[in-house]
Nanobody, 110 residues
Framework: QLVESGGGLVQPGGSLRLSCTPSGFTLKYLAVAWFRQAPGKEREAISCISNSGGSINYADSVKGRFTISRDNAKKTVYLQMNSLKPEDTAVYYC?????WGQGTQVTVSS
């Protein structure tokens, strides 16, 4: 099971930080990815991080604005989202070890 948090309503240009914590298994050996799905669109991969944190990738749509990180001691993976745009509005999901979180809604609107 994965527990996500940190979504909400923010104005364009604002920031949010999403968190993802596994329950029932160990984070530190696992790669983690964040996806998002906007209404009427397919689920989109936006970022991933290796188990050590040494390899990170971003979709072009979020590169330079979003930062993925992990704290294995706290058993948490983060997605820092800055300079948010209305087109970032979506349900955001983390996934690891074949599991998906329940999703957290991010709405960017004035």
């Amino acid at each position: 099971q994965l527990v996500e948090s940190g979504g909400g309503l923010v104005q364009p240009g604002g920031s949010l930080r999403l968190s993802c914590t596994p329950s029932g298994f160990t984070l530190k050996y696992l790669a983690v990815a964040w996806f998002r799905q906007a209404p009427g669109k397919e689920r989109e991969a936006i970022s991933c991080i290796s188990n050590s944190g040494g390899s990170i990738n971003y979709a072009d749509s979020v590169k330079g604005r979003f930062t993925i990180s992990r704290d294995n001691a706290k058993k948490t993976v983060y997605l820092q989202m800055n300079s948010l745009k209305p087109e970032d509005t979506a349900v955001y999901y983390c996934t690891m070890n074949g599991y998906w979180g329940q999703g957290t809604q991010v709405t960017v609107s004035s």
